[in-house]
T-cell receptor, first 117, second 112 residues
């Protein structure tokens, strides 16, 4: 079965540079979520999109922005990178159908490991 | 979302049954209980979800007492590959697209 695709899988950047992470949700899934997981930390929600509109916002820094495109893929744009931005960034997708579907079942991608030097 | 409390870590041996208990005293009427599993450097993976009593799937069982203030994830006959972090999440069904709030999970270490 198709899974969530993230690219790149690894990214190394210098401080103050910019980075763009991409996410391709499972086909027909209508919601995309972004999570950040620092070293030894638990995943933290950043932002989500439903049908290409921002749905919910978590602890996303102002330096970050995201959007979802007409083909449902999403991009997380990160500017003025700081050392503390080094983390695993996960994208997840879900489809809420109502009956018979686990409400909280989000499907996570393999993540992008961002290293800021 | 209801706050959850679970053990920081647990150790087990291959072939044993592992029970991880999660406390959620402030669970609301509309809240469901969901467990995710995360292997190192991988994204979390949905394991099981329940509302009350007992739920079983091919991976695990979830036991929820009548007061719903706690829940127990049961992994039958664990193997080395079950070594992972297990997260208990409690949330309502209000929008159906609510983000997941991960608290501190339980790090399960399975020994040979």
């Amino acid at each position: 079965a198709a899974g969530v695709i993230q690219s790149p899988r690894h990214l190394i950047k210098e401080k103050r540079e910019t980075a763009t992470l991409k996410c391709y949700p499972i086909p027909r899934h209508d919601t995309v979520y972004w999570y950040q997981q620092g070293p030894g930390q638990d995943p933290q929600f950043l932002i989500s999109f439903y049908e290409k509109m921002q749905s919910d916002k978590g602890s996303i820094p102002d330096r970050f922005s995201a959007q979802q495109f007409s083909d449902y893929h999403s991009e997380l744009n990160m500017s003025s990178l700081e050392l503390g931005d080094s983390a695993l960034y996960f994208c997840a997708s879900s489809l809420v159908t109502g009956e018979g579907r686990s409400y909280n079942e989000q499907f996570f991608g393999p993540g992008t490991r961002l290293t800021v030097l | 979302l209801a706050k959850t409390t679970q053990p920081i870590s647990m150790d087990s041996y291959e072939g044993q049954e592992v029970n991880i208990t999660c406390s959620h005293n402030n669970i609301a009427t509309n809240d469901y209980i969901t467990w995710y599993q995360q292997f190192p450097s991988q994204g979390p993976r949905f394991i099981i979800q329940g509302y009350k009593t007992k739920v079983t799937n091919e991976v695990a069982s979830l036991f929820i007492p009548a007061d719903r203030k706690s829940s127990t994830l049961s992994l039958p006959r664990v193997s080395l590959s079950d070594t992972a972090v297990y997260y208990c999440l409690v949330g309502d069904e209000g929008t159906g697209r609510r983000a997941l709030t991960f608290g501190s999970g339980t790090r399960l270490q399975v020994q040979p």
